[in-house]
DNA sequence: TTGATAGTTATCCATGTGGCTAACTGTACC
DNA sequence: GGTACAGTTAGCCACATGGATAACTATCAA
């Protein structure tokens, strides 16, 4: 499988939990610390570094470290990977449906 | 959790493997057969079901069962939850860098 | 220097996921 | 009827996932 396709994995996987949606949600509105984030969620802080942990790992998300606090910000770059995803789906079938009507001009004789 | 968080939930777990996205892929051309959708994929049946009832249980295809052929379709209309989500969420980034060119704005005095 | 704060690491656990084989059901065709 | 075909059901397995607690490290502030 090439890497794009494992790209695709892993960004639709860390996609597919609705804490790590609300933590791109929040990040959208700008920089945040892991404890101004992990605050929101009644989970463990262990529990939700493991979110964290599968944001970044799929790029979703970027963060750095200074003095004892890390500070996460949104990659809105490679969220736009999942619009190209749905663009290029469309392009299939919106070809196939051109293509139809195609076939029913030319049957209306046009 | 509403609906809403679930159905995104199910629709980008089922959107997280490849054999899914392949399938998916392929309905864009129209109508398939579940074995004819099979083929292509070095996998037993019955596991490819299981993928087949992962992406109808998301609402990203329908199918129906006429004689011993079932016969699996595209829904368009599921997949376009996803570029919802994408639009929501740049439009919350969007307004972020709309606040930051009207307070660059401010500070140069204009 | 001593707390308190912000993460991190190490385990552990129940459940879900993606694959398999074997055996079964229902339909089409000769 | 008998056989092949298209799915389906049942059960098994290894591994991933999402949660937890406990204990640790490192930094800041009094």
């Given at each position: ?107 209306k004789g046009k």
């Open positions: 499988m090439d890497n794009y396709q494992a790209s695709l994995d892993s960004i639709f996987h860390a996609l597919a939990d609705p804490t790590r949606r609300a933590v791109i949600q929040r990040l959208g509105q700008g920089e945040a610390s892991v404890s101004d984030l992990a605050m929101r969620f009644d989970m463990a802080l262990p529990s939700f570094m493991k979110h964290i942990g599968v944001l970044e790992v799929a790029g979703l998300i970027g963060s750095k470290k200074v003095g004892r606090v890390r500070t996460c910000k949104l990659e809105p770059t490679k969220l736009a990977v999942v619009e190209k995803w749905y663009d290029d789906q469309r392009a299939i079938w919106d070809a196939r449906y051109k293509n139809l009507d195609n076939l029913l001009n030319n049957l």
